[in-house]
């Protein structure tokens, strides 16, 4: 008979804040991943919480994820930065999407802000701004602490780890692995973009393929506050939440003709800080099998167009990788219980730091949803 009440894959954000909620719960947990720490998109990414941004839909598990967020931050110590998120309006396009979508979710969601407001926010005084907004629910946290802060007190609460696993399958509560069988009451896998080799069917079925972005770390400017946020005209045209208000298609066309390169290699431009300086990015391309190379060009234009919107002149990049996350055409959520001990859980879209929390609640509560 099974000792062990849950048996988690994957030690990113996905598997650690449904092991974080279960422990509340009072359940015996144990992780395994083939890691020997989490390295995968959990490490990878802004740190940006963007609650606001998603869909309508999505907003009560939004909210839940916020609470969790707010709940592990003070349990585990991880840094979680209530500072939301500024978004300068660059043209009457951008500035309308703002407005539209300030007056769908109202003040508590969204502030508007003036053209010398936004530019203080950024800190560039050449900001040619026309206006913007602040999201205030929006939080931060450093994804280079977070996922191992909270391993490490999911660790000292009585967590079982067992790094260095490949997980070769799962059924009915036995989690095979490359060393031997291990058994729980449920199991939950959350592989995240390699989920495909572990449950190729459920792949398939949601054309599951891997997001690969260009990222970059520069040195931060002093007068970047810290907890900072930036969204982009391409953020607001990308995100479900904003590109639902009836401004986005306009302001789809106007990026097209005033900023084809970005478009082009599909960005969703946008920065945040972190202790050692500031995260830029990013771009999108969609393949089963990506190939490592880092396109230089791309992460020049990144760069040039998110400097120049806060006025850094000559920026110092001290890291540059290739982030990768699960990406499906056709949902946001992969959420699947192949048989009535498994649980199969792999946010296919950039916004699993956001939701991950609440994603956890459900995967306990056997809830599903339509993101
Ligand atoms: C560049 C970039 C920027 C992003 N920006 C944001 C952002 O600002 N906000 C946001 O909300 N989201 C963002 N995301 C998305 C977010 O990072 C992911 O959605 C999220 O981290 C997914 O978490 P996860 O736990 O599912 O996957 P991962 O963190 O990838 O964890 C999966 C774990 O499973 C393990 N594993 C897989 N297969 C097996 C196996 N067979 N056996 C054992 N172990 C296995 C892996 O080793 C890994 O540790 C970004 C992603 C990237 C790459």
Not at 26 to 40: A, K, N
Not at 260 to 275: F, S, W
Not at 280 to 306: N, T
């Amino acid at each position: 008979m099974p000792t062990t009440d849950l048996i988690i894959t994957g030690s990113g954000i996905l598997g650690l804040a449904t092991a974080f909620l279960a422990r509340r719960q009072g359940r015996s947990v144990h992780i395994i991943d083939r890691s020997d720490r989490p390295v995968g998109s959990s490490i990878q990414n802004f740190g940006h919480a963007c609650f606001t941004g998603q869909s309508d839909a999505a907003q009560p598990i939004a909210s839940k994820a916020r609470e969790g967020w707010l709940d592990a931050a003070a349990a585990t110590g991880l840094w979680a930065a209530e500072t939301g998120t500024f978004i300068p309006a660059m043209t009457e396009a951008e500035l309308t999407v703002l407005e539209q979508f300030a007056a769908h979710r109202g003040p508590d969601q969204v502030r508007l802000l003036d053209p010398e407001a936004i530019v203080e926010a950024v800190g560039n005084p050449d900001l040619p701004a026309i206006g913007g907004a602040h999201l205030p629910q929006d939080m931060r946290v450093d994804p280079r602490q977070a996922a191992p802060r909270i391993a490490a007190w999911l660790a000292g609460q009585g967590v079982e780890f067992t790094w260095n696993t490949h997980v070769t399958a799962v059924a009915d509560g036995t989690v095979s692995t490359t060393r031997g069988n291990f058994h729980a009451e449920q199991v939950v896998v959350c592989p995240g973009y390699q989920l495909t080799s572990l449950f190729p069917e459920i792949a398939e079925s949601h054309e599951i393929r891997i997001c690969s972005l260009v990222m970059s770390l520069i040195e931060a400017p002093q007068h970047i506050p810290t907890g900072f946020a930036m969204l982009t005209g391409t953020s607001l045209a990308r995100y479900d939440g904003f590109a639902a208000m009836p401004g986005a298609e306009a302001l789809r066309h106007d990026l097209d003709e005033r900023e084809p390169e970005l478009r082009g290699c599909i960005a969703n431009l946008m920065v945040t800080d972190i202790p050692q300086g500031l995260l830029i990015g990013d771009s999108h391309a969609y393949d089963l099998s990506p190939e490592p190379f880092i396109d230089e060009r791309v992460g020049s234009l990144l760069l040039d167009r998110a400097t120049s919107m806060l006025g850094i002149e000559r920026p110092r990049v001290l890291q540059r990788w290739l982030g990768m996350y699960a990406d499906s055409p056709t949902t946001n959520l992969v959420l699947e219980r192949p048989d009535e001990r498994t649980t199969v859980a792999v946010v296919a879209s950039g916004i699993g730091m956001t939701l991950s929390f609440g994603i956890a609640d459900l995967i306990l509560s056997g809830g599903t949803a339509d993101l």
